[in-house]
């Protein structure tokens, strides 16, 4: 009996009741930031993109510093041989009318156009997503905008930036200014709407009834709902003042002569299409690279910030 009794003993465990088992959640661990680079880095085209982006940046605001363009050395311009080079491993695009690089040139305007760009973009959201976000929450904010944003929208927007640039005369700061003045509205726009469609959902309702401020509603509830929505506007903003910034300066407009910007370069070198074409096209295909890598990268981006993207 005994010897049954230690077979026993030895061959089962006792399995002990734990109560609280029950109330733990078996669903994998979910991080929001981690799916959201895991989404975007599963894209190979996106990764190509954000290498040429940051191959972009980095020659753009570190190689003018390294070439020293600023301050370059003109003595070229009475050095007709240095004049009209083809492109080669000592000139990558050739050197323009007056022998100055091109390569030098293009990189010292590419930084000039993305900061235009970069900063009219972030004073365009700023102030559109903070007033958009008001505007959709309040229906005595939205009568008075509405009014706003129909008057705004209805004048040509290449008219606003060109009146404004005339008026304040040519420079960086008066560009981006001219750029940011009047697009904000849209913006702001775009952003009551996603607010109107979210501003009534229970958890909103809620908390208006337990007596939460209409700034931390619109800061705590609403404003996390719209990071993909925010990352969309963006990456349409910065390749859209990049091309507006081009355009102007093409025509003329927003930037002295002195002011290296791709805008510039193409427009100084557009005479020279037929006999140095080089030197228009070389401009011309940076610009198209800058703007459509910022764009898919910032658009597949935008896809991987929805939740409603991300496998688990």
Not at 62 to 82: A, F, K, L, R, W
Not at 134 to 148: A, L, P, Q, R, T
Not at 201 to 210: G, I, M
Request: glycine letters at 4%; proline letters at 4%.
């Amino acid at each position: 009996m005994s010897e049954e009794k230690l077979i026993n003993e030895d061959s089962f465990t006792f399995y002990k009741v734990d109560d609280s088992v029950s109330e733990v959640i078996s669903a994998p661990e979910y991080s929001y930031w981690k799916s959201v680079f895991k989404t975007f880095f599963s894209s190979k085209i996106a990764i190509i993109m954000l290498i040429i982006v940051a191959a972009v940046l980095l020659m753009s605001f570190i190689h003018p510093m390294i070439s020293g363009y600023d301050n370059q050395d003109m003595s070229n311009i009475n050095n007709p041989s240095e004049w009209f080079l083809r492109p080669s491993l000592k000139h990558p695009f050739g050197t323009d009318d007056v022998g100055r690089d091109l390569f030098d040139m293009v990189w010292a305007g590419a930084r000039t156009s993305l900061f235009i760009a970069i900063m009219a973009t972030v004073i365009t959201t700023v102030i559109g997503t903070i007033v958009g976000m008001f505007w959709g929450f309040s229906k005595k904010v939205d009568i008075v905008m509405i009014e706003v944003y129909n008057i705004i929208s209805n004048i040509p927007f290449t008219l606003i930036v060109m009146i404004i640039s005339f008026t304040l005369k040519a420079g960086i700061w008066q560009l981006i200014f001219a750029l940011s003045c009047t697009s904000w509205i849209s913006t702001a726009y775009f952003i009551r709407v996603q607010v109107m469609i979210i501003r009534d959902r229970e958890y909103n309702l809620a908390s208006r009834t337990l007596g939460s401020s209409t700034t931390k509603i619109i800061f705590h509830n609403i404003l996390p709902y719209l990071i993909s929505v925010l990352v969309t506007s963006i990456s349409r903003d910065v390749p859209h003042f990049i091309s507006y910034e081009v355009f102007l300066s093409f025509i003329g407009v927003g930037l002295t002569e002195r002011v290296a910007s791709l805008g510039r370069i193409v427009q100084t070198n557009a005479k020279y299409m037929q006999s140095a074409p080089y030197m228009f096209v070389l401009p011309v295909f940076v610009t198209a690279l800058i703007s459509i890598s910022l764009y898919i990268v910032g658009q597949t981006l935008a896809d991987a910030s929805d939740p409603r993207n991300h496998m688990i």
